[in-house]
C-alpha cells in the first residue's frame, strides 16, 4: 500500500514539486516550504501567483503581486531574478538554457540566457506562457488566440487564431501540437505545420491542469469527473479521436493530473483531495490517497518514479511513497 507522508500547511498551495528530489510547497502566501531532514521555509514573493519549474528541475521559478520573479533552489536560497515594477506576474516559463518568460498586463519578457531581457508587447492581456521543447521559442495564450515569438531573433511573431479567451498554453514534447486551455470549458489546438485546429470541448468545468505523457502520445487534463485524456500518437492529434476517460467518479471534479515520467500512467488529485494513480491501458486505479480537506491543486513525480508531491486549496499537503 502506498503511504502518505502529510504536510499541514496554513494556506493555498500553488505548486509542489521537486527541487533535485527534495519536496517543495509554494503558498499564495510567497512561502516556500521543503521537507530537508525537517521542515524548512523561505520567503519568496510577497504574494505568490504563479510558479515552474525549470528544466534542470533544481530551480522554482515563482512571479507575484510584488512584481518580482524569484528562483528558489534546493537549498532554500530564494532570489530575485527579474522585475516588472509595480505590475501583478501573472504567469512564468522555464525555457532551455536557463531562458524564463514571465507575463504581467499586455506585456510578455524573456529573460534570455545571456542574461538579455527582451520585452514584447500585445494589444490585450498576456494570459499564459510556454517554451517549445526545441529552440529559443516560445508562445502567449491571449484575447482570441495564441502568439509566438522567436525571441532571440528580430523576425515577426506567428499569429494563431481562435476566437474566446486563452489562458493557458503548452507546447507537445515533439513540438508539433500547440494547446491551449480557454475561459470556456474546452481546449484549443494547432498543429503547427500546417495551422490546422484541434477543438476539445465538451468539458463540465475549466482546465486548469495538463500533463504530457512521457512521449508525448497523451494529453491529460482536468475539468471533469474523470481525468480526460486525448491521442495525439496520429499526424493530426486528437481530431476525430474520442479521449481516454480516466478514474471516473460520480461526485467529484478533477483539479490536478501529472502523468508517470516513464509508463502511461497518470496521478489524477480530485476537489475532496483524494489521489488515484490510473493505467491507461485498462484504466485499473490504484488508491493513492483519501480525502482531505481541500481540492487537490498540486502534483509531481519524483526522477526515482517512486514518490509524488501533491499540495492543496486548504494547505493539507503531502509526500505519497508508492514503493512501500
Known amino acids: ?37 525537517g521542515h524548512k521555509t523561505v520567503q519568496a514573493n510577497d504574494g505568490l501567483l504563479c510558479a515552474t519549474i525549470d528544466l534542470t528541475g533544481t530551480r522554482l521559478i515563482t512571479g507575484g503581486e510584488d512584481g518580482k520573479v524569484f528562483s528558489t533552489g534546493p537549498g532554500g536560497e530564494a532570489k530575485i531574478v527579474a522585475e516588472a515594477g509595480r505590475k501583478w506576474i501573472t504567469s512564468v516559463a522555464a525555457g532551455p538554457q536557463g531562458a524564463l518568460a514571465y507575463g504581467a498586463g499586455k506585456s ?3 529573460k534570455l540566457p545571456d542574461g ?37 531573433t528580430d523576425g ?6 481562435w476566437a474566446g479567451a486563452h489562458t493557458g498554453i503548452t507546447f507537445s514534447p515533439d513540438g508539433n501540437f500547440l494547446v491551449t486551455t480557454m475561459q470556456e470549458n474546452a481546449l484549443h489546438g494547432w498543429k503547427l ?28 487534463s482536468s475539468g471533469a469527473p474523470a481525468a480526460i485524456v486525448w491521442p ?52 485499473k486505479e490504484v488508491l493513492l490517497r483519501r480525502p482531505g480537506n481541500g481540492a487537490i491543486t498540486a502534483l509531481m513525480w519524483d526522477r526515482s518514479e517512486r514518490r509524488i508531491v501533491f499540495g492543496s486549496a486548504a494547505g ?9
Not at 1 to 6: E, L
Not at 119 to 143: D, I, M, Q, T, W
Not at 207 to 215: G, N, R, T
Request: proline share 6%.
Open 1 to 37: 500500500m502506498p503511504t502518505v507522508a502529510p504536510l499541514d500547511l496554513d494556506g493555498h498551495c500553488v505548486a509542489a514539486v521537486f527541487l533535485a528530489d527534495v519536496p517543495h510547497f509554494a503558498l499564495a502566501d510567497g512561502s516556500i516550504h521543503r521537507l530537508d531532514n
Open 108 to 110: 510578455a519578457w524573456v
Open 116 to 152: 538579455k531581457v527582451k520585452e514584447f508587447s500585445h494589444p490585450r492581456s498576456v494570459e499564459g506562457l510556454g517554451f517549445a521543447p526545441k529552440g529559443l521559442r516560445f508562445g502567449v495564450a491571449r484575447y482570441n488566440g495564441a502568439t509566438l515569438h522567436f525571441p532571440a
Open 156 to 161: 515577426k511573431p506567428t499569429e494563431l487564431e
Open 193 to 220: 505545420a500546417d495551422g490546422k485546429h484541434m477543438r476539445m470541448s465538451g468539458y463540465p468545468a475549466k482546465v486548469k491542469s495538463l500533463s504530457w505523457s512521457a512521449k508525448g502520445k497523451w494529453l491529460a
Open 232 to 283: 495525439f500518437q496520429a499526424k493530426d492529434g486528437p481530431m476525430g479521436k474520442a479521449p481516454l476517460e480516466l478514474g471516473t467518479r460520480a461526485n467529484a471534479m478533477v483539479t490536478a493530473v501529472a502523468c508517470h515520467p516513464s509508463d502511461e500512467v497518470a496521478a489524477i488529485g480530485y476537489d475532496d483531495g483524494m489521489v488515484l494513480a490510473v493505467r491507461f491501458a485498462d484504466a
Open 316 to 324: 493539507d499537503c503531502g509526500v505519497i511513497d508508492i514503493s512501500a
